[in-house]
């Protein structure tokens, strides 16, 4: 499911292309409950009901009369300074969501990487585990609210790492975030509290992990380059 089209239109996030804004919120490629007992299913009418729309409607409210209205979602967010805060926040948010939705798997439809992906995996990292290690220090390790990412080097395509964000922001805002965590995101893990408070209260660790086991890793491939 793409993030920057209306819903039941056909996208697939990363495969075909940044998607324009004048966004609308995507339906769910997976019932509300799919992710049990991971995330449950009143966390998942709440974020994605409320949360993900109102970035989605503060995002389009930003982007009327700007002099990037219209521009695919992913070169609002290379274009725009720190002080372009409703386009930041709601853009950011927008992305985010999308993004860490369509790499999620329903129980019992977990993958394991596969080609070039376990490939950079293995050389950027020394194995699956070790990646998965990385990537709960980084959430875990995150002050506040914020996101842990597994981002691609897009001047060196078989280099990945592992950083984290503060708030909304991501590793395409090349006006906002340092140079060394700069690159393509492949997956997201939010952080912020209504993420997982629900069913983890203070568990954040806990929360991590068991996303960590619902990783659709062929759709993390396609967002690759």
Same mark, same amino acid.
């Given at each position: 499911?793409?993030?920057?089209?209306?819903? $039941?239109?056909?996208?697939?996030?990363?495969?075909?292309?940044?998607?324009?804004?004048?966004?609308?919120?995507?339906?769910?490629?997976?019932? !509300? /409950?799919?992710?049990?007992?991971?995330?449950?299913?009143?966390?998942?009418?709440?974020?994605?009901?409320?949360?993900?729309?109102? !970035?989605?409607?503060?995002?389009?409210?930003?982007?009327?009369?700007?002099?990037?209205?219209?521009?695919?979602?992913?070169?609002?967010?290379?274009?725009?300074?720190?002080?372009?805060?409703?386009?930041?926040?709601?853009?950011?948010?927008?992305?985010?969501?999308?993004?860490?939705?369509?790499?999620?798997?329903?129980?019992?439809?977990?993958?394991?990487?596969? $080609?070039?992906?376990?490939?950079?995996? /293995?050389?950027?990292?020394?194995?699956?585990?070790?990646?998965?290690?990385?990537?709960?220090?980084?959430?875990?390790?995150?002050?506040?609210?914020?996101?842990?990412?597994?981002?691609?080097?897009?001047?060196?395509?078989?280099?990945?790492?592992?950083?984290?964000?503060?708030?909304?922001?991501?590793?395409?805002?090349?006006?906002?975030?340092?140079?060394?965590?700069?690159?393509?995101?492949?997956?997201?893990?939010?952080?912020?509290?209504? @993420? !997982?408070?629900?069913?983890?209260?203070?568990?954040?660790?806990? !929360?991590?992990?068991?996303?960590?086991?619902?990783?659709?890793?062929? @759709?993390?491939?396609?967002?690759?380059?």
């Amino acid at each position: 499911t793409g993030f920057g089209v209306a819903p $039941g239109a056909s996208a697939s996030i990363g495969s075909a292309g940044p998607q324009p804004t004048g966004c609308a919120l995507p339906e769910m490629c997976y019932a !509300y /409950d799919a992710l049990e007992p991971a995330i449950d299913r009143k966390t998942m009418e709440i974020h994605h009901g409320k949360h993900h729309a109102g !970035y989605v409607r503060k995002l389009n409210a930003a982007l009327e009369g700007h002099a990037l209205e219209g521009s695919p979602l992913e070169s609002v967010l290379s274009s725009i300074g720190p002080d372009d805060t409703g386009l930041r926040n709601n853009g950011g948010g927008h992305f985010n969501h999308g993004l860490s939705w369509a790499i999620l798997s329903p129980k019992g439809q977990s993958s394991v990487p596969e $080609g070039d992906l376990a490939d950079r995996i /293995d050389a950027s990292f020394g194995s699956l585990d070790a990646l998965k290690s990385a990537l709960s220090a980084a959430a875990g390790s995150r002050f506040g609210s914020g996101w842990a990412w597994l981002v691609q080097d897009v001047q060196q395509p078989d280099r990945l790492f592992v950083c984290s964000t503060a708030n909304q922001d991501n590793p395409l805002m090349t006006g906002i975030v340092d140079a060394d965590i700069q690159g393509r995101p492949l997956l997201g893990i939010d952080v912020w509290e209504h @993420a !997982y408070y629900l069913n983890y209260q203070n568990r954040r660790a806990d !929360y991590v992990n068991a996303l960590l086991d619902r990783i659709n890793w062929s @759709a993390v491939a396609e967002v690759a380059a």
